[in-house]
């Protein structure tokens, strides 16, 4: 069976610092991979996508970048966080048109 | 652009009475169309996939209906239980990877 891993759970980051999340899919081969982000009391925002190795599209221009090293990971890097990139970030996979599925989510505080 | 609507935000009803969730579209060209349930800072659960050639899906307690000509979809929840409550979101599914959210129901289900 497919899984998603996302970690950390948590993060609290001073504001400039650097930031790396990281997402991995098991069971699933050339999966569509996606970064979402979710406000405090907002919608789901789409900040990146992929469809294969290489290949990331950028839905909202901000400091945030992704990159997809290998077939199942999906990394989301900032060089330096602002405030406003405090949020819920959470990674999803899916295989061509079958259900879009989540992981549990990391939780990001800029201080 | 495909806008995704959920009305009401919030919703409280005694344990035992049906739930009916509403989500509406604006561009009935989707592909399929997707039910979640969120608790409160945990990842999104998948509840249901309706594929455009369907008219309705059905899980347990849970059936979702879609009516792509009106741009509508409901989510049915028989017999509400206090475990119910969570926040349910509902995504559109266009003919590329950009999935459009609504911004979810809150549902309290009361003992």
């Known amino acids: 069976s497919q899984t998603i891993h996302q970690w950390p759970a948590t993060l609290v980051q001073p504001v400039g610092s650097p930031l790396s999340l990281e997402c991995t899919v098991e069971g699933t081969s050339n999966p569509n991979l996606y970064w979402y982000r979710q406000a405090a009391g907002r919608g789901l925002q789409l900040l990146f996508y992929?469809?294969?190795?290489?290949?990331i599209s950028s839905e909202v221009p901000q400091n945030l970048s992704a990159s997809r090293p290998q077939d199942r990971q999906f990394i989301l890097s900032s060089k330096k966080l602002l405030l406003s990139d405090s949020g819920f970030y959470l990674c999803a996979w899916r295989e061509g048109l079958s259900p879009l599925h989540f992981g549990n989510g990391t939780r990001l505080t800029v201080t | 652009k495909q806008e995704v609507t959920q009305i009401p935000a919030a919703l409280s009803v005694p344990e035992g009475e049906n739930l009916v969730l509403n989500c509406s579209f604006t561009d009935s060209a989707i592909y399929n169309l997707q039910w979640f349930r969120q608790d409160p800072g945990k990842g999104l659960t998948s509840l249901l996939l309706?594929?455009?050639?369907?008219r309705e899906q059905t899980s347990g307690r849970l059936n979702a209906s879609l009516d792509k000509s009106s741009g509508r979809s409901t989510l049915y929840i028989a017999a509400s239980q206090p475990g119910d409550s969570a926040t349910y979101l509902c995504a559109a599914f266009p003919n590329d990877y950009k999935l459009s959210f609504g911004a979810g129901t809150t549902v309290t289900v009361r003992a």
């Open positions: 992929s469809v294969g190795i290489g290949q």
């Open positions: 309706i594929q455009s050639s369907q």
